[in-house]
């Protein structure tokens, strides 16, 4: 049997766009969500190929323990302001990373710098695994399992508590961010680490760079894969403080230096 040449070139293309699809550089995003990575090289990031590479589908961001200050790969898309993020995040025990985002490039502070609201990654303490965490600002607003208040001076206060989990490093973790106004989330593999609101109308930002840290100390690895956005409207409504009362038995949020690390409750209890 004679097949024509343009059934044979139809035949190729379907096995290639076949190949394509089932690529896993090239992961397809959820419905309203689109792939700001893709998987294949350093196109629409900002990264200092020195410390991110691309393959298999990951970006890994690896340093040798020399780093003076810490470093930024950052997305090229625009300015977002509400969204909802997704990505799948590997990290080996002594690394220390973070999902950074409505933040600010700041070149005049160094090579590669970025500032603002961070999605931490540190897998050797529990309770910042997942914190939100303001980079080169107001530090740590809250810690993993915080629900928190921050007033309109800038002091976050301990509103309410979400049991605190451990997620092992050398394991691929799902992470989400939700920004909607002043209303931030965070949560691991489907479990909330923060619930923060922002009343600080001096210190929070509702707009910002999106972006992916390695830090300086020891050497350290992290990977991301599967990054999906969805943008949302950019008129959601902000909570006032009239809508945000704090508890009167609230605790100030421990400052940085003076947390004590959180013990993890034993499975089961």
Not at 96 to 106: D, F, I, K, P
Request: proline share 8%; net charge neutral; charged share 25%.
């Amino acid at each position: 049997m004679r097949i024509s040449c343009s059934l044979c070139l139809s035949i190729l293309a379907a096995f290639a766009f076949a190949a394509f699809a089932a690529e896993p550089n090239a992961p397809a995003a959820p419905a309203g969500f689109q792939a700001i990575f893709n998987g294949r090289n350093l196109d629409g990031w900002n990264a200092d190929p020195k410390y991110w590479k691309v393959g298999n589908g990951i970006l890994t961001g690896t340093t040798d323990g020399n780093l003076d200050h810490n470093r930024f790969a950052v997305w090229q898309g625009g300015k977002v302001k509400n969204f909802e993020l997704r990505v799948m995040v590997r990290v080996n025990p002594l690394g220390n990373s973070g999902l950074q985002y409505r933040s600010a490039e700041r070149p005049d502070l160094g090579e590669s710098v970025v500032v603002g609201y961070q999605c931490d990654v540190v897998p050797t303490r529990a309770d910042y695994d997942g914190q939100l965490y303001e980079e080169r600002e107001r530090c740590i607003l809250a810690h993993a399992s915080e629900k928190v208040i921050v007033d309109p001076k800038g002091q976050p206060w301990l509103a309410g508590e979400f049991p605190l989990r451990k997620f092992p490093p050398g394991e691929w973790h799902a992470y989400r961010v939700l920004a909607e106004g002043n209303h931030l989330r965070h949560w691991i593999d489907g479990h909330p680490t923060v619930d923060v609101i922002d009343l600080d109308e001096k210190g929070r930002a509702l707009e910002g760079v999106l972006g992916v840290q390695v830090h300086k100390g020891p050497p350290m690895k992290i990977e991301y894969r599967d990054f999906f956005l969805k943008k949302l409207p950019d008129d959601l409504p902000l909570i006032t403080p009239d809508e945000a009362k704090i508890p009167l038995d609230a605790k100030k949020v421990a400052a940085q230096g003076r947390d004590a690390p959180k013990p993890v409750p034993a499975a089961g209890s």
